[in-house]
């Protein structure tokens, strides 16, 4: 086995090994030269946690690692997260941990729920990424949102994107439902049974779930009015026929909300050494950005707007030349 393919412990454990069986003039060399590569090494490095292993976010984190990562001034360190709110609270509490892909929602959501006390002054954001639109499908004579007060809705598995957001709009809107909690396949069966309301999906149209929706069954989306309230977290969209010819009458659409995929960053002070390597890092995304959007890169980089707004958050300052207005220096997990 060689240095290369083993663990970073068992790797300084055998250099301090070498050093211990040296010289004393060597081994102060040693040392040194090893304090020196072991910071040339975190110089540049940022970390990046995103989805599962099946899902986009963690797509989206290895084009940044592959685009950016040159080795030298810049390592990007893509990691396996579990899911937004996690990773909102890895963000500020987990040591390597900078930067994180999470729904646009979740930093309302940990504010709320008290997930981490100050956590809106603690995350700030790099870019808005692509849209997930938020899906309400219903049974036959349900026509709004608003009838489904008291009615069995499914929002997907506990902990997932889709029941957090569902919580988020369904509060918002002054409705209350009874969740249900299996997975959407099931849901959808159930649905087409007329045992439950109504199910909630938040991804991007035109979602396969639907695909094999029959015409004529009686199913519809129903509209998600865009108040005031939802609108500091969420964007305006729509459905329309040309996304789910089977559940939209030709030249028909359906009102709704979206929301967005967040690259999110723990907000460094200006003049911090992290704060330099996340600009760095920033500086580095804007300049290539052009190589995310040709292939093999995830088709999604196609929709990223790196100059779009995102209701509820503030922007990160690559450039140092503001301070946030509050600022835990350094965190727990720093």
């Known amino acids: 086995m060689t240095l290369h393919h083993m663990g970073g412990a068992t790797r300084r454990a055998l250099l ?92 309302a959501f940990a504010r709320r729920r008290n997930l981490v006390p100050g956590v809106a002054s603690m995350v700030q954001y790099i870019a808005k990424l692509y849209d997930e639109e938020i899906h309400v499908l219903a049974r036959e004579g349900i026509a709004s949102v608003a009838d489904l007060r008291g009615q069995v809705v499914n929002v997907d598995v506990e902990g997932s994107g889709t029941a957090m957001t569902a919580s988020l709009v369904f509060e918002a809107l002054g409705v209350s439902v009874r969740f249900a909690n299996d997975r959407q396949d099931v849901a959808l069966t159930r649905l087409q049974r007329g045992e439950i309301a109504a199910m909630v999906f938040v991804a991007g149209k035109p979602a396969r779930l639907f695909s094999g929706v029959p015409a004529g069954g009686g199913l519809r989306f ?27 009458p030709e030249g028909g659409s359906v009102d709704t909300i979206a929301v967005g995929a967040v690259m999110a960053v723990y907000a460094w002070a200006p003049g911090a050494e992290r704060h330099r390597k996340v600009a760095r890092f920033v500086e580095a995304l804007y300049a290539r950005f052009d190589e995310f959007l040709r292939p093999p890169r995830h088709p999604k ?6 100059t779009a707004a995102v209701p509820g958050w503030v922007r990160f300052d690559h450039t140092g030349a503001s301070r946030p207005a509050t600022r835990r220096e350094p965190p727990p997990g720093g």
């Not at 685009?67 to 810049?74: E, H, N, P, R, S």
């Not at 909102?88 to 979740?106: E, F, M, N, P």
């Not at 980089?301 to 790196?306: D, H, K, M, P, T």
């Open 301 to 306: 980089w196609r929709e990223v707007n790196l």
């Open 16 to 107: 301090l090994a070498g050093l211990a069986a040296a010289p004393a003039a060597a081994q102060t060399g040693l040392t040194a030269d090893l304090n020196r590569r072991v910071a040339q090494a975190n110089a540049g490095t940022v970390g990046i946690i995103a989805g599962g292993v099946d899902g986009t976010y963690i797509r989206i984190a290895a084009d940044l690692a592959s685009v950016l990562d040159d080795g030298d001034a810049l390592r990007v360190i893509a990691m396996i997260g579990k899911g937004s709110l996690q990773n909102i609270a890895d963000i500020i509490l987990l040591r390597g941990v900078d930067i994180g892909i999470v729904q646009s929602d979740a930093l």
């Open 222 to 248: 129903l509209p998600i009015p865009a108040t005031p309230a939802l609108l500091e977290t969420y964007l305006p969209a729509s459905l329309v026929a040309a996304d789910y010819p089977t559940l939209i």
